[in-house]
């Protein structure tokens, strides 16, 4: 699994718990900690804040439209 499809699963599994579209990067962090990842910190923040984020600015050659940011560190899955 890629640290892009971990992120989308884990932010998806906060968002049914929490029943509303909304996120934050210490959610999901934890959640993937707690579930063993094999990814950084850094790496999951890099992706959730840059690389996952469609208003984010284009730092990276490969960049996707998942996330949206709503908030400082609050985020929606689009």
Not at 17 to 26: M, P, R
Not at 30 to 44: A, D
Not at 47 to 65: G, K, M, Q, W
Not at 68 to 76: C, D, L, Q, V
Request: charged share 20%; glycine share 6%; proline share 1%.
């Amino acid at each position: 699994m890629t640290c892009r499809d971990e992120i989308l699963a884990t932010a998806q599994q906060i968002i049914r718990a929490k029943g509303i579209n909304e996120f934050t990067i210490s959610e999901v962090i934890h959640q993937m900690m707690n579930n063993g990842t094999q990814f950084k910190e850094s790496t999951i923040r890099t992706h959730i804040t840059s690389r996952l984020c469609a208003n984010a600015p284009d730092n990276h050659t490969i960049t996707y439209n998942d996330f949206e940011r709503i908030g400082n560190g609050i985020y929606k899955q689009l």
